[in-house]
């Protein structure tokens, strides 16, 4: 029972390079997130998407660029990293059904440092 | 705008001791509340969902509570453990007709447990 995998767990960049974050996840839920939490600032959501095919901006959207390449797959890419994107990324997923949100589940987090 | 505010910020207690952590949150118009705990560097894992047709979930030595008229969650933790300590977040789920695709945290509460 894996759940949400996230990879890498740990990543160090340059600033002006970059990445992307990949998230899975096998319970067949139809919603995908992706968070940012910071120390102070609790976690910010960057976007998601309610279902497959589908993407939204949330709080924090500025910089990053996202994928929802299948309903298990969801991934999050930086195209220029800079300092103020150095954080702990969470992808989550949950089941969306009439209108109601059951159960979200997180992966163990990426931690990102652009130096 | 639903806001979820968590009290008390951080607590501290004996072994034993049985303890009740506060979620408040601005909007009644809550389908389902979810408690998580966070380990320090680490992700979240769910704990309790309290769906919109329940007023309580248990789970061990874990009892959540939902009282949507006085828009309060409580999260009672009986003979708490050192491996209790952890930080402890509520969280608004989102459905249609509110922050749709955002799960609305609090700050979380930081329990420590001593031996």
């Known amino acids: 029972n894996a759940g949400v995998t996230q990879t890498p767990k740990f990543q160090v960049l340059k600033t002006g390079q970059s990445m992307t974050l990949q998230c899975a996840q096998d319970m067949n839920h139809n919603s995908m997130y992706w968070y940012r939490q910071d120390p102070g600032m609790g976690l910010r959501l960057i976007y998601y998407?309610?279902?497959?095919?589908?993407?939204d901006k949330g709080e924090v959207p500025n910089g990053y660029n996202v994928s929802r390449l299948n309903k298990r797959e969801f991934s999050l890419r930086l195209e220029s990293a800079a300092p103020s994107q150095t954080s702990v990324y969470f992808c989550a997923s949950s089941e969306l059904f009439l209108g109601q949100s059951y159960g979200y589940t997180f992966g163990s987090g990426t931690r990102l440092t652009v130096v | 705008k639903q806001e979820v505010t968590q009290i008390p910020a951080a607590l501290s207690v004996p072994e034993g001791e049985n303890l009740v952590l506060n979620c408040s949150f601005t909007?009644?118009?809550?389908?389902?509340l979810q408690w998580f705990r966070q380990d320090p560097g680490k992700g979240l894992t769910s704990l309790l969902l309290?769906?919109?047709?329940?007023r309580e979930q248990t789970s061990g030595r874990l009892n959540a509570s939902l009282d949507k008229s006085s828009g309060r969650s409580t999260l009672y933790i009986a003979a708490s453990q050192p491996g209790d300590s952890a930080t402890y977040l509520c969280?608004?789920?989102?459905?249609?007709?509110?922050?749709?695709?955002?799960?609305?945290f609090g700050k979380g509460t930081k329990l420590s447990v001593k031996p």
């Open positions: 909007d009644s118009a809550i389908y389902n």
């Open positions: 998407s309610a279902s497959e095919g589908t993407t």
């Open positions: 309290i769906q919109s047709s329940q």
């Open positions: 969280a608004d789920p989102p459905h249609y007709g509110g922050s749709q695709g955002n799960l609305i």
